[in-house]
């Protein structure tokens, strides 16, 4: 009976001793794995360049996609560990089409190799700030970015799910099993076709972040094209903003909520 109880216990007890499956490595865009200390860097940022115009930054599992009032950057991000500094060598493009109005903006002209390092700065057990310097072949300069706080937002396909607008510009997401489906049409009488569609889904529901593929986009101003992957976010103040690239190309656009209609009854007259 005891023999026969050993045998009964002993494929639980081996069991019990093996080793844990390791967890998948992350890697950035390039193919580089993605060291844990880097891994503090994701989040959605704010700040300057120089101390002038705004830098909308978007950091996520080692990528860089920043977005400044002069130029698009795209590059790889490294954290030290034991010195909290960050470098962050980046390609800038020139803006190709900027509309201040309709809040979308596509760099693809020329482009200027720029390194960004910084200093990490934690306050109250956050990491609010990154401070430091950047210099290109042309210019050198200062720069300061502060953590605008949604990453740890919760996501969900129903919260962005609706109408969404930008001047000249409507967007509708529609739920339709386990993503979300686009489209944007242009609604101005200057330029009427300009359309794109696509698709979003979650990445991690506890964090702010979208995943979006740009199936097409065509008959506009810039950024005609199939296949582009990127990323979405609903920012602090509750806009919807994207973050696309395709080849040698950026894309930066920003929507809102559009109001809801107030349905209105009518009194019958006598």
Same mark, same amino acid.
């Given at each position: &009976?005891?023999?026969?109880?050993?045998?009964?216990?002993?494929? !639980?007890?081996?069991?019990?001793?093996?080793?844990?499956?390791?967890?998948?490595?992350?890697?950035?865009?390039?193919?580089?794995?993605?060291?844990?200390?880097?891994?503090? &860097?994701?989040?959605?940022?704010?700040?300057?360049?120089?101390?002038?115009?705004?830098?909308?930054?978007?950091?996520?599992?080692?990528?860089?996609? #920043?977005?400044?009032?002069?130029?698009?950057?795209?590059?790889?991000?490294?954290?030290?560990?034991?010195?909290?500094?960050?470098? &962050?060598?980046?390609?800038?493009?020139?803006?190709?089409?900027?509309?201040?109005?309709?809040?979308?903006?596509?760099?693809?002209?020329?482009?200027?190799?720029?390194?960004?390092? #910084?200093?990490?700065?934690? +306050?109250?057990?956050?990491?609010?700030?990154?401070?430091?310097?950047?210099?290109?072949?042309?210019?050198? #300069?200062?720069?300061?970015? $502060?953590?605008?706080? $949604?990453?740890?937002?919760?996501?969900?396909?129903?919260?962005?799910? #609706?109408?969404?607008?930008?001047?000249?510009? +409507?967007?509708?997401?529609?739920?339709?099993?386990?993503?979300?489906?686009?489209?944007?049409?242009?609604?101005?009488?200057?330029?009427?076709?300009?359309?794109?569609?696509?698709?979003?889904?979650?990445?991690?529901?506890?964090?702010?972040?979208?995943?979006?593929?740009?199936?097409?986009?065509?008959?506009?101003?810039?950024?005609?094209?199939?296949?582009?992957?990127? !990323?979405?976010?609903?920012?602090?103040?509750?806009?919807?903003?994207?973050?696309?690239?395709?080849?040698?190309?950026? &894309?930066?656009?920003?929507?809102?909520?559009?109001?809801?209609?107030? +349905?209105?009854?009518?009194?019958?007259? +006598?």
């Amino acid at each position: &009976m005891l023999r026969a109880l050993i045998f009964i216990l002993l494929p !639980f007890s081996v069991i019990g001793c093996l080793p844990e499956e390791d967890t998948e490595d992350i890697v950035n865009d390039q193919g580089q794995k993605v060291a844990d200390p880097t891994l503090r &860097m994701n989040g959605l940022w704010d700040g300057q360049l120089d101390q002038a115009g705004y830098f909308r930054v978007l950091i996520y599992n080692g990528n860089v996609f #920043g977005f400044s009032d002069q130029r698009g950057y795209y590059g790889t991000v490294t954290l030290d560990s034991e010195t909290d500094n960050a470098v &962050m060598p980046s390609t800038s493009y020139v803006y190709s089409s900027a509309d201040e109005t309709a809040l979308q903006w596509t760099a693809s002209g020329s482009e200027d190799d720029v390194e960004f390092s #910084g200093l990490l700065f934690t +306050e109250q057990r956050t990491d609010d700030r990154i401070v430091g310097d950047y210099e290109t072949d042309l210019t050198a #300069g200062a720069f300061e970015l $502060t953590n605008d706080g $949604t990453w740890e937002t919760n996501s969900s396909l129903a919260a962005i799910e #609706g109408a969404w607008e930008a001047p000249g510009y +409507e967007l509708y997401l529609s739920q339709v099993d386990e993503e979300i489906s686009f489209r944007e049409v242009q609604i101005t009488t200057s330029q009427i076709g300009c359309t794109g569609r696509g698709s979003i889904r979650l990445i991690d529901e506890d964090k702010a972040l979208y995943s979006v593929q740009l199936v097409e986009r065509k008959h506009c101003t810039d950024f005609n094209v199939t296949n582009a992957p990127g !990323f979405a976010v609903v920012n602090a103040d509750g806009a919807l903003e994207f973050f696309m690239k395709k080849d040698e190309a950026l &894309m930066f656009s920003r929507f809102v909520r559009q109001p809801e209609t107030e +349905e209105t009854t009518e009194t019958p007259t +006598e």
